[in-house]
């Protein structure tokens, strides 16, 4: 389709025909592949996007030249677009995953385009197929990008007191980069998993980044709350790398009804929020589609528990139990295994969640200073540090 520049047309719900107007500073008309709006559309679906970021449509050929393109590549033909997806959290989506979605959707060139896998190059050019990532040059890179990028996935497993006592130095040795622990059940304090304390030690000795969930029995908003104080309890003093879940799946409890589950779920996952917590929810695919209100799946991570060799699930997820039946050295007999899609690790530090803090002092040196050096004390997390400030 031929746009003028003045145009302002909704092709699809999401996108704008000004959105791939040319950046060369004339105001000149253009064109846009129905084709590439549809996909971006159908991708926009797929990633559960807040918004989808068009940095560069049509380019006219004095343009396409000036931003380092042969003058005569798919962006001057308006097939391409380079994109930044963001998530339903606003923040961007990694460009691996994107390639990845983009390739199920059937664009025939798609391209990571820096080297913090933000940005994204997809095109519907009529002949042939690019799958490139332009950190590495302009060269075909795969032809599947889940083989391409998937090696980058974090291997995890999820254990409790079921799985016995575990050989951590064999499970990292095994290639396992993150445990989820079972923390526990219900409300009592009494019923915190007899391993768990066990398990946090081994996996931080031989380090292996541990997240924790709790297993619920909550059949009122109220009671969830008791189980979020005990969780509290549990973990307190603790540090996670990963995030700490809530899991529901009790059928007694899908039997209250989708609001009564869902006004359970928020009740726990508001109060450990509230606490300093990345939190999220773990729920199977089904419960996940029929009884998880969408806000909360829209607000709060989620852990995809589905045993199966390709989820069809197409809510977004940050980790996926893709199986029960795993076999890792130094655990005795099957344990639950997942995939990690996300980089916990560097939100949850960067934002000082998880019992790890912000490197600030949360103390400061007595109200009276004294005409001398003063001897000051200052809390960095759980630790506390001691020194002598000089007067100048
Ligand atoms: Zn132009
Ligand atoms: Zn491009």
Not at 92 to 115: H, L, R
Not at 116 to 135: L, S
């Amino acid at each position: 389709m031929k746009y003028q520049y003045s145009d302002s047309v909704q092709i699809t719900p999401h996108f704008n025909s000004c959105e791939f107007r040319c950046k060369c500073g004339k105001e000149h008309e253009f064109s846009v592949s129905d084709e590439l709006v549809q996909k971006l559309e159908q991708l926009y679906a797929t990633l559960n996007c807040s918004k989808i970021i068009v940095t560069s449509g049509f380019r006219c050929s004095a343009h396409d030249k000036a931003v380092k393109g042969s003058g005569t590549g798919q962006h001057t033909l308006g097939n391409a677009a380079d994109i930044c997806c963001y998530g339903q959290d606003g923040q961007p989506i990694s460009s691996k995953v994107v390639c990845c979605k983009a390739q199920d959707i059937g664009f025939n060139g798609i391209a990571n385009i820096t080297a913090a896998y933000q940005y994204t190059h997809v095109d519907v050019r009529p002949n042939g197929k690019w799958y490139g990532d332009e950190v590495h040059g302009n060269s075909t890179v795969t032809d599947d990008f889940y083989k391409y990028f998937g090696g980058e996935d974090m291997k995890g497993i999820d254990v409790s007191v079921h799985n016995g006592n575990i050989d951590w130095g064999k499970v990292k040795a095994d290639g396992i980069d993150f445990a989820i622990l079972r923390a526990g059940y219900g409300r009592l304090a009494s019923q915190k998993d007899e391993k768990f304390e066990q398990n946090y030690a081994g996996a931080k000795a031989a380090g292996i980044p541990v997240g924790a969930y709790w297993y619920s029995y909550a059949m009122t908003p109220e009671e969830a709350e008791l189980e979020a104080d005990v969780f509290l309890s549990v973990i307190k003093g603790k540090q996670f790398e990963m995030p700490v879940y809530f899991d529901l799946e009790e059928k007694k409890q899908f039997d209250l009804g989708k609001e009564q589950v869902s006004a359970i779920m928020r009740a726990f996952l508001k109060k450990v929020e509230n606490a300093g917590y990345f939190v999220g929810l773990y729920g199977s695919a089904s419960s996940l589609t029929t009884h998880t209100a969408d806000d909360i799946k829209s607000w709060y991570t989620i852990w995809l528990a589905h045993w199966v060799d390709q989820t069809n699930y197409n809510g977004a997820y940050g980790i996926w139990q893709h199986s029960e039946k795993g076999k890792v050295d130094g655990i005795n007999g099957n344990v639950d295994m997942d995939i990690c899609y996300k980089d916990f690790q560097t939100i949850i530090k960067g934002k000082g969640l998880n019992g790890w803090g912000k490197a600030e002092p949360t103390s400061t040196p007595a109200p009276d200073v004294p005409d001398t050096d003063v001897t000051v004390t200052i809390q960095i997390g759980k630790d506390s540090y001691k020194g002598t400030l000089k007067k100048e």
